[in-house]
């Protein structure tokens, strides 16, 4: 009589299965293990950044936010806080996160310490006075910088942040070139650099509705800068 031999694996795993099948006899049901869970996707997010302001596009954009479920980070200047505090108030108790864009808009690389000191200083003030709190990023106009600039923010203890995807907004290209500037270039973590104040940004707003309704059906949340 020939003697058939079987791997050491395969006697384990039948003797596992007949116990199952024993167990399930003796409790008059079967056992079936369940699939391994499939990890969730991680979400994207993207980060919109509205610079200049508050201003008077900014409760519209606030408005627009609000009906989209978003959340933005808004880097105002100080002059433009002391002018319109109700607008500073509102974002931040809407649950954005408002930063520090210098009192004047001035060019960091070009001022002396004790200038440097005061934009920041004073921009702070402002924001806390009608917040609450005071801001821990510093975003320089123009995107300006170099490492004095880093340096100095540090010594203030602010974190620097700049943008990865640039509307040039600003320069008024029109609805649809904002919308396709922003739509084209967003990735995972893009920061997205649009603008509330400093001048005339009703092609802003009008081009924010399909930005947030779109960026939503791809799956993106809206997340807020901090430092």
Sequence with gaps: MRTISHPTG???????????????ALTGSVMIAAPAAVAAPAPKVVYLTFDDGPGVHTPKVLDLLKQHGAKATFYQTGANVTANPATAKRA?????????????????????????????TRTDTAIRTHTGKTPTCLRPPYGAVNQTVRDRAAALRKGVRLWSVDTRD?????????????????RNGSVVLLHDG???????????????????????TFGKQTC
Aim: glycine share 8%; proline share 2%.
């Design 10 to 24: 395969h006697r384990r795993s039948r003797t596992a299965l007949a116990g199952v099948v024993l167990a399930g």
């Design 170 to 186: 600003w320069a008024r290209p029109g609805r649809a070139a904002i919308e396709s500037r922003v739509l084209n270039n967003v």
């Design 92 to 120: 931040y108790h809407e649950g954005h996160s408002v930063q520090n864009h210098t009192w004047s808009h001035v060019d960091l690389r070009t001022v002396s310490w004790s200038k440097f000191k005061s934009e920041v």
């Design 198 to 220: 400093g001048g005339d940004r009703s092609q802003t707003v009008a081009a924010l509705p399909k930005i947030l309704k779109t960026l939503k059906s791809k799956g993106y």
